[in-house]
């Protein structure tokens, strides 16, 4: 029987079992993917964040491996409207920086790994639970074989009945499976992605928001004319974005009129030189088309079972709050399923309060997101003049001051 039992060890999943783990509970990560994944997906880490790094103890580890991001510029049509400053702060845990998502995770698992040894269990598919009122059972399949390529732990979409309090079971969809595990917890919390199995599991529903945004995205060599800089140019076409990486390189990214999937590198420096004038090295890296989804989880809390991360809430990429508004979860999280577990009585209450503020700042991000996405739109005559002298507005003292704080999430 486990304190915690946590189904997904993406970046999420495994920085809350480290904050669990740092409290002393008894906590086991599960992850489908039986190898890491090596694709280079979120990026920006804002100082929020750094706090709950700092807690578990790799916030300097992150740091030393990261690029730090000091600023924002805007351009459009060759002209620049605005630049936003990060305060200069000589506390290095007060900053914005940029790591590749496969680096972050690295460093988390390394510490779960000095706190729990073992704990971490790779390959494992969960595909079933139930919560029984006083403990929650999960059911694998059997062990993934070496090589596995899922990349999330269930991603399934059928739904199960049951609400808060109410025994709750299933299993994964498909055909006859080869017989798993039955594991207990006293809660179980679901960082299983946006595609979460277990939240359709436990009967909870989403409220779809904006989306159906596409964009393309790769990084390139630096030409190092903005270091340490973002750059968003609001072009008629529609925005192209470009943030500053470790090693030299830069990650671009473009909104298309729809999913490019077999679109390739070139393709997108193409299409960076015909709307910035920006021509870009050539590069190895391949390019990546993704569909912008936002989705906000009704509730986050069916009795002992939580939600987490991209399974509670499913935001925008563009402005780099999705791994942030995860890991700010994951640090109210870990206290309140510390006291629940020490003060059984409580549990309720405090669950129910980390389900309200959650969901709070996932609508607030979710304003953003959408605000964010509504300005990168193709636009052109007097909307994108207007557009223009709006951006400039919130460029200059005391509009910048507020639209920092808002873009290093200092509010959620």
């Known amino acids: ?11 999420v999943g495994i920085l809350l079992a480290g904050l669990l783990a740092v409290r002393g509970l008894d906590v086991e990560v599960l992850e489908k993917r039986a190898e890491p994944s090596l694709r280079s997906r979120a990026i920006g880490i804002h100082p929020p964040s750094l706090r709950a790094l700092q807690q578990l103890g790799v916030a300097d580890a992150v740091i030393d491996r990261a690029v730090r991001i000091r600023g924002g510029l805007v351009r459009s049509g060759g002209r620049t409207l605005g630049r936003l400053v990060f305060a200069d702060t000589a506390d290095r845990h007060d900053r914005v920086i940029s790591l590749p998502q496969y680096e972050t995770e690295a460093v988390l698992r390394a510490r779960f790994e000095e706190l729990a040894p073992g704990r971490f269990r ?3 598919t969960v595909a079933g639970v139930r919560d029984r009122g006083d403990r929650v059972e999960v059911y694998t399949d059997a062990p993934a074989a070496p090589g596995g390529s899922g990349e999330t732990a269930g991603a399934g979409s059928g739904s199960g009945a049951g609400g808060a309090g109410e025994p709750t079971e299933a299993a994964g969809a498909g055909g006859p499976r080869e017989p798993g595990e039955t594991l207990e917890a006293r809660y179980v919390v679901a960082a299983d992605g946006a595609r979460s199995l277990l939240r359709d599991l436990v009967g909870i529903r989403c409220t779809a928001r904006t989306g159906g945004e596409t964009y393309l995205m790769s990084d390139f060599p630096d030409a190092g004319e903005h270091p340490g800089e973002a750059i968003l140019f609001f072009e008629q076409g529609g925005v192209v974005e470009s943030f500053p990486l470790p090693g030299g390189r830069r990650r671009w990214v473009a909104m298309t009129p729809t999913l490019l999937t077999d679109a390739t590198s070139a393709d ?8 910035t004038r920006v021509h870009l090295p050539a590069t190895s890296a391949a390019a990546s088309s993704f569909s912008v989804q936002q989705r906000l989880a009704r509730r986050m809390v069916a009795g002992r079972v939580v939600l987490v991360g991209d399974a509670a809430h499913q935001i925008s990429p563009i402005g780099g709050q999705g791994m942030n508004l995860g890991w700010l979860d994951a640090l109210q999280l870990a206290p ?8 059984p009585v409580s549990g309720p209450g405090v669950l129910a309060d980390y389900d309200r503020r959650r969901r709070r700042s996932a609508r607030m991000a979710a304003r953003q997101a959408g605000f964010n996405m509504a300005m990168g739109s193709p636009a052109q005559g007097l909307r994108l003049r207007a557009r223009n002298g709006f951006v400039r507005a919130l460029a200059v003292p005391p509009a910048s001051a507020v639209l920092a704080r808002a873009f290093t999430m200092r509010w959620l």
């Open 1 to 11: 029987m486990r304190d915690v039992i946590v189904v997904g060890g993406g970046p």
């Open 122 to 124: 790779g390959g494992v």
């Open 336 to 343: 309140a399923l510390e006291r629940a577990l020490r003060d």
């Open 268 to 275: 997108l420096a193409a299409m960076v030189a015909s709307r």
